[in-house]
């Protein structure tokens, strides 16, 4: 799966892009925790910006910390 994908790239390296990937992933599933864990590692404001909109578009709304 893409969440799996995701978390063998993070494994690899930590990079904003695997986070935000493992975010819209949680996103895509309906969950919300997990989302919003892997979004806390987005520090980026156009990255974060592109999550928060998939996510909405799923309604899942995310936390804004």
């Known amino acids: 799966t893409c969440l799996d994908a995701a978390q063998r790239a993070e494994d690899q390296q930590r990079t904003e892009e695997a986070y935000a990937l493992m975010a819209r992933a949680y996103c895509a599933r ?23 909109r998939f996510c909405r578009q799923r309604d899942v709304l995310l936390d804004l910390h």
């Open 30 to 52: 309906g969950d919300l925790r997990g989302a919003n864990a892997m979004l806390s590692n987005v520090a980026g404001t156009p990255l974060r910006r592109s999550v928060f």
